[in-house]
T-cell receptor, first 115, second 113 residues
Framework: DTEVTQTPKHLVMGMTNKKSLKCEQH?????MYWYKQKAKKPPELMFV???????INESVPSRFSPECPNSSLLNLHLHALQPEDSALYLC??????????????FGDGTRLSIL | AQSVTQLGSHVSVSEGALVLLRCNYS??????LFWYVQYPNQGLQLLLK??????LVKGINGFEAEFKKSETSFHLTKPSAHMSDAAEYFC???????????FGSGTQLTVLP
């Protein structure tokens, strides 16, 4: 069992739909991340939230909109996605702080398919 | 800037044989190094981490890795492979005040009966 919970596990949506991915952690971590992973590739960083503020946006298209309602929750709002956005979307968290020696803990991901 | 190179995108070993997955890093400041494993249809699970101190790091599932600064390497080993070790393995580095992980391209481990 992972300590980072992502819902839904699978999502199929059309290019005109609006949907949201959800991520929750109860480890008291103050940094949360969204990654995109294509098959047979390493995860690619999309967004980083630190103490509930967006600290890094890796030039992600605006059709992806992150939100951090509180320190335990992270959402990724999706709108007007393209077929190439089909991928595994991973959420991760870490204890944050100034040093980067704390490992990130990953959820099992949401597998997204765009029709 | 930091980077990671994993040598060998695919490694096959026989059950019971030594597992060696290679990782070399580049960093302008002292690095923090991690190995993650990803089983099919799952997220990444932390195997072990090097931050400071002892250079031989023990992880879960019988894996260990040795940090060699002179060789800028952090290779992952396991004395005896098990069928359940078949998975994708990622080496990752972070350094300085950045919280970003830089991943290697991954190594797919196959364990043959």
């Amino acid at each position: 069992d992972t300590e980072v919970t992502q819902t839904p596990k699978h999502l199929v949506m059309g290019m005109t739909n609006k949907k949201s991915l959800k991520c929750e952690q109860h480890m008291g971590h103050r940094a949360m991340y969204w990654y995109k992973q294509k098959a047979k590739k390493p995860p690619e960083l999309m967004f980083v939230y630190s103490y509930e503020k967006l600290s890094i946006n890796e030039s992600v298209p605006s059709r992806f909109s992150p939100e951090c309602p509180n320190s335990s929750l992270l959402n990724l709002h999706l709108h007007a996605l393209q077929p190439e956005d089909s991928a595994l979307y991973l959420c991760a968290s870490s204890s944050g702080g100034r040093l980067s020696n704390q490992p990130q803990h990953f959820g099992d991901g949401t597998r997204l398919s765009i029709l | 800037a930091q980077s990671v190179t994993q040598l060998g995108s695919h490694v096959s070993v026989s059950e019971g044989a030594l597992v060696l997955l290679r990782c070399n890093y580049s960093s302008s400041v002292p690095p923090y190094l991690f190995w993650y494993v990803q089983y099919p249809n799952q997220g990444l699970q932390l195997l072990l981490k090097y931050t400071t101190g002892a250079t031989l790091v023990k992880g879960i599932n019988g894996f260990e890795a040795e940090f060699k600064k002179s060789e800028t390497s952090f290779h992952l080993t396991k004395p005896s492979a098990h069928m359940s070790d078949a998975a994708e393995y990622f080496c990752a580095v972070s350094a300085g005040s950045a919280r970003q992980l830089t991943f290697g391209s991954g190594t797919q481990l196959t364990v043959l009966p």
